[in-house]
């Protein structure tokens, strides 16, 4: 559970807090995973990266006041220009390319960001639907977004046995976070 709201700062009027305000909201949830073999899906593997250069990118400041958002207009374009090489990176090493991936699970952090994940790696809007659903219905709910995103997906049809996707989600430091994942 995470409580982006708590970072509302009444007295400051900075582009930083009023997006903020209006981008982030509040989630909770939460996933089992066990090493049982269950049909669903199945992480094969996880990959976390930390843009180097960019701590000052979102984040939070601790002041006597409470939280206060740091939260750079670059953020979209610091995951821009690190996805593709990064996710790249990941799938060589189970001996799998871009192509073979046929579901994404994506961390909707904005309609900029999430439309540029799409372009570096080639998706289309359709391929990204339970993202795309989940930012208009909720809008960024930090960490827990994913997890919607996920649940969004998991409402739909199945894919195939043995088909492979990709979760991704991103945060503070900044950083990506993913798993590879498989339909059993």
Request: with cysteine; proline share 7%.
């Amino acid at each position: 559970m995470e409580l982006p709201t708590l970072t509302l700062q009444r007295d400051d009027p900075s582009p930083a807090n009023l997006v903020s305000c209006a981008l982030f909201g509040d989630g909770a949830a939460a996933t089992v995973l066990t090493g049982r073999p269950a049909r669903g899906l199945q992480v094969v593997g996880t990959h976390s990266h930390l843009i180097p250069d960019s701590l000052d990118a979102m984040g939070f400041d601790l002041k006597g006041s409470g939280f206060h958002i740091v939260l750079s207009r670059s953020v979209p374009q610091l995951i821009r220009a690190e996805i593709g090489a990064v996710t790249l990176d990941f799938l060589q090493r189970h001996q799998l390319a871009r192509a073979d991936l046929r579901f994404f699970l994506l961390h909707p952090g904005g309609q900029k960001l999430l439309a540029y994940v799409e372009e570096e790696m080639g998706l289309l809007p359709e391929q990204t639907l339970p993202s795309w659903k989940v930012l208009s219905e909720y809008g960024n709910l930090s960490s827990a977004t994913v997890l919607f995103v996920m649940k969004e997906f998991l409402a739909g049809p199945p894919p195939q046995s043995g088909e492979h996707g990709l979760l991704a989600a991103f945060g503070p430091g900044f950083s990506m976070e993913m798993c590879l994942l498989q339909w059993n």
